[in-house]
């Protein structure tokens, strides 16, 4: 079995070198980004950061879930991304 495969990719690589490099580079950005540190960072980063935010309202102190300042901590905290 690797000996036909070894046979096609290099009589490939003779005849069609264009498709075989555009396969490989193909192949190699669907493998390749799960295993990158950017992927890694940016997952990171949207399970901290809130998808929807807070509207502005008037607080009458019956609204525990808005906070009372924006700046107001309410996720995960992003020190690890300041330590990077």
Request: hydrophobic share 45%; aromatic share 10%; charged share 15%.
């Amino acid at each position: 079995m690797a000996r036909r495969l070894a046979a096609f990719l290099k009589n490939a690589w003779a005849k069609e070198l264009v498709l075989v490099i555009s396969f490989t580079i193909m192949c190699l950005t669907i493998i390749l980004p799960p295993f990158s540190l950017y992927t890694k960072y940016v997952s990171m980063i949207n399970q901290v950061i809130p998808y929807n935010y807070p509207v502005p309202g008037q607080d009458d102190g019956n609204m525990p879930e808005v906070p009372s300042h924006p700046h107001d901590p309410q996720n995960p905290s992003l020190e690890w991304l300041k330590k990077l």
